[in-house]
C-alpha cells in the first residue's frame, strides 16, 4: 500500500463540558475542513469526501454544518475566527479537520494546502505555517461551548519524506494527546500507529476505514462517545487485521459524565418539511453516508460513489450519463435514485419558479427511465409536480397551458405501476377542481379510471367526484369535460347514478347541455320514469 493510501485516519476528539445552565437554546455548530490539494506535499485522496460524510451526519444530529475545503493558511484562519464567532455560551461546537498532520516534539500540527516543502533543520517552518491541535481545544474551551469537540482525521504518515534521507524525519504518526479534565480524546489508531486509508487499492470506498464506521455509529441513537470508541475499536482492529494491518483506535476520556449527540427522542433542529420527504431523504443520508461500495471495481463507479457519500447530487446526476449503457447495473440505477431523491425533495416546498422545478423533473424522468417505475421517484414526482402546477395555475394567466401541461404529466406516469398513476390523477383533480373550476376536474378523474381495474372503486368513491361529473355534463357535447363525465357516469353509476338523475329535475331549460348529455345515458339504463322519462324522450327526439 503506498503511502498516500496509508495515510488518512486519525481521529482526535476533545470534549469539554461546562455544567453551568442557560436560558438560550443550545444551537449545534460544527465546522469541518477537508484538504486534498496540497502543493506541496503528497496530494490526499479522501479527505473532502470524509470532511462531507462526517458532516452530513452532523446534519441529520441537528448539526448547523460549515464545509470548509482545501484550505491554505489564510483560508484556514478565516474558517476559524468566523466559527469562534459563531459559538456562544451554553452551544454544542464540533470541529473537524481531514488532511496532513504532523508531530513535531509531542504536539501534533493540522497542515493547510500550502505549507511549504520542509526538510531537516526546518521544523519552524511547520509551526509558523500550521495549526497546533492543542489551540484549536484551546479556542473552543475559550468560547464557552457547553460541549466542544475536536474531530482530527490527518494523515498518520509522514508528508515531508523523501528519497535518500533528505526531507525532514518524521515519527510516522501523532503524538498522543493527554486530556484535560472535560476532555474527551479519540484517535483512529494507537499513538504512533499508520491508520488505512482504504483496505486495498481496488477498494471503492469514498471514506477511510475509521471514518466510514465512524459515521455509522454516530447515526445509532443514545450511545455515548465511549460507547462509539469501543465499537470502533473493535471493528477497525479486525479490518486492519484482515489485510496484515494494525490499528487499533485509542480513546482518553477525562469527563465527568456522559456525552451522547445522538439521543431518542430529542427533537432535530433542522430537517425536510415532510414525514415522506424525511424518509426519503434519511434512506439516501444512510446509503451515502455508508459509502457501500458497488460491485465492479472501476474508476468511474468509484468516483460516483464517492459523489453520492458528498451530496454532490447536480454532479452526480451529469456523470451518471457518462457511465456506458452496458455498465448501468443495479447499483447504478441505485445511485440514479438517490440523485434525483437528493436533488429534487427540496424542490416540493422551494421558492424557485414552477418551471424549473418541473424542467428538473423531466430531465430526470427523460434521462433515466429506470426511474420511471420506482415507487420512491414517482411518489417524490407527485409531490414535487403537484406544488409546482399549483403554483402555476396561482397565476393570472396561463390557466389552460397550466391545466393541459398537468394533463400531459399524469399521461406520461405509466399505467403500469398500479394505483400511483390513479392517486396522482386523483390528486390533480382535486387540484384544478380548488384552483380553476370543478367541472375541470372531470377529465382527471377519468384518467384515474384509465388505469388498472382495482382502483376504480377507489375514484368512483371520491368524495369530489360526484360535484365535479355533473358540473363536467353541464358543459358543451363536444368538450372534454362532458365527455369525460359521460365515461365517469357510465364507469360510476353505482356511485353517481342516484346524483345525476336528481339534477335532471333541477334542469329548466329544454335546452341545456345537461340535457343533452345527460339524458341519452339515462334513458339507456332505463333509469329515468314519469315526466322526467318524458321529458328526456323528447329532447333526444330532436
Not at 433 to 451: D, H, Q, T, V, Y
Amino acid at each position: 500500500m503506498s503511502k498516500i493510501n496509508a495515510c488518512l485516519a486519525i481521529l482526535a476528539i476533545s470534549v469539554a463540558i461546562g455544567f453551568a445552565t442557560t436560558a438560550r437554546a443550545e444551537k449545534r455548530i460544527a465546522l469541518l475542513v477537508g484538504n486534498n490539494a496540497y502543493q506541496s506535499v503528497p496530494r490526499l485522496q479522501t479527505a473532502v469526501n470524509d470532511a462531507r460524510a462526517v458532516g452530513a451526519a452532523l446534519r441529520g444530529l441537528g448539526f448547523t454544518v460549515i464545509l470548509a475545503e482545501n484550505q491554505s493558511r489564510r483560508a484556514m484562519s478565516e474558517a476559524l475566527l468566523a466559527f469562534d464567532k459563531a459559538i456562544e455560551p451554553g452551544d454544542i461546537a464540533l470541529f473537524f479537520f481531514a488532511g496532513h498532520g504532523f508531530e513535531i516534539r509531542g504536539q501534533n500540527y493540522l497542515l493547510p494546502t500550502d505549507i511549504p516543502e520542509v526538510r531537516e533543520g526546518q521544523e519552524e517552518l511547520i509551526r509558523d505555517s500550521a495549526f497546533p491541535a492543542d489551540r484549536i481545544i484551546d479556542r473552543l474551551q475559550a468560547r464557552g461551548a457547553r460541549t466542544a469537540v475536536l474531530v482530527l482525521d490527518a494523515c498518520r504518515n509522514n508528508p515531508f519524506d523523501r528519497p535518500g534521507g533528505r526531507g525532514l524525519k518524521g515519527s510516522g504518526g501523532l503524538a498522543a494527546m493527554t486530556p484535560a479534565e472535560g476532555v474527551f480524546i479519540m484517535f483512529s489508531a494507537g499513538a504512533k500507529q499508520t491508520a488505512l486509508d482504504r483496505l486495498s487499492n481496488a477498494e471503492r470506498a469514498a471514506n477511510s476505514v475509521f471514518t466510514r464506521n465512524l459515521v455509522r455509529w454516530l447515526a445509532e441513537p443514545d450511545l455515548t462517545l465511549v460507547q462509539i470508541a469501543k465499537r470502533l475499536q473493535i471493528e477497525v482492529k479486525q479490518l486492519a487485521a484482515s489485510v496484515g494491518g494494525d490499528q487499533t483506535p485509542a480513546y482518553y476520556d477525562q469527563v465527568v459524565g456522559e456525552i451522547i449527540l445522538n439521543r431518542t427522542g430529542r427533537t432535530p433542529l433542522a430537517g425536510p418539511p415532510t414525514p415522506q420527504a424525511a424518509a426519503l431523504l434519511a434512506d439516501v443520508d444512510k446509503r451515502a453516508a455508508e459509502a457501500v461500495p458497488a460491485p465492479a471495481a472501476d474508476s468511474v463507479m468509484a468516483e460516483l460513489d464517492a459523489l453520492a457519500a458528498a451530496k454532490s447530487w447536480s454532479e452526480l446526476r451529469g456523470q451518471l450519463t457518462t457511465v456506458k449503457p452496458t455498465a448501468r447495473d443495479a447499483h447504478w440505477a441505485s445511485l440514479a435514485e438517490q440523485a434525483a431523491i437528493g436533488e429534487l425533495t427540496p424542490l416540493a416546498t422551494s421558492s424557485r419558479s414552477y418551471g424549473d422545478r418541473l424542467a428538473a423533473l423531466e430531465h430526470y424522468t427523460t434521462t433515466f427511465q429506470v426511474l420511471t417505475d420506482n415507487p420512491k421517484f414517482l411518489a417524490l414526482r407527485t409531490s414535487v409536480g403537484l406544488s409546482a402546477f399549483g403554483d402555476c395555475l396561482d397565476e393570472s394567466y396561463g390557466a389552460s397551458d397550466c391545466r393541459r401541461g398537468l394533463e400531459e404529466f399524469v399521461r406520461t406516469t405509466p399505467k403500469s405501476v398500479g394505483t400511483a398513476r390513479a392517486d396522482l390523477a386523483r390528486d390533480a383533480a382535486r387540484l384544478i377542481g380548488r384552483k380553476l373550476n370543478r367541472s375541470a376536474a372531470a377529465p382527471f378523474f377519468a384518467m384515474a379510471i384509465e388505469s388498472p381495474g382495482e382502483t376504480n372503486e377507489a375514484v368512483c368513491t371520491d368524495p369530489d367526484l360526484s360535484t365535479a361529473v355533473i358540473a363536467a355534463l353541464g358543459r358543451p357535447p363536444d368538450w372534454n369535460e362532458a365527455k369525460a363525465a359521460a365515461a365517469l357516469t357510465d364507469a360510476c353509476w353505482k356511485a353517481l347514478g342516484t346524483a345525476v338523475v336528481a339534477q335532471v329535475a333541477r334542469e329548466t331549460s329544454d335546452n341545456s347541455y345537461y340535457l343533452g348529455n345527460t339524458c341519452p345515458i339515462l334513458l339507456k339504463r332505463d333509469a329515468l320514469t314519469g315526466l322526467r322519462e318524458a321529458r328526456c324522450r323528447e329532447i333526444t327526439s330532436r
